[in-house]
């Protein structure tokens, strides 16, 4: 139980933690390299995928906005 849940076990969680931390920022810092260097490239259907997600979230936007003209216009032609 103390080799598990004692000081020495839980030092030697902290430095495993330190460790991934390190690696994470090596890691980090590489993939920031890299996209600076050659920039974002998404493989099309993930390009394709995000636009029709895009696309499915404006369409009530879009819906709207066509109505509002539609009445705007109505009104126009009905009080000109």
């Known amino acids: 139980m103390t ?38 490239r998404l493989h099309p259907e993930t390009a394709v995928a995000i636009a029709e997600a895009q696309a499915q979230r404006n369409r009530p936007l879009r819906t709207a906005l066509w109505a509002g003209a539609a009445a705007l216009l109505a009104l126009m032609l009905l009080g000109g």
């Not at 020495?8 to 933690?17: F, S, T, Y």
């Not at 590489?30 to 600076?36: E, F, K, R």
């Open 3 to 40: 080799a598990n849940l004692g000081a020495e076990a839980r030092l030697r969680d902290v430095g495993e933690g330190l460790g991934s931390l390190g690696r994470a920022v090596r890691n980090a810092e590489a993939v920031i390299g890299q996209l600076s260097a050659e920039g974002l």
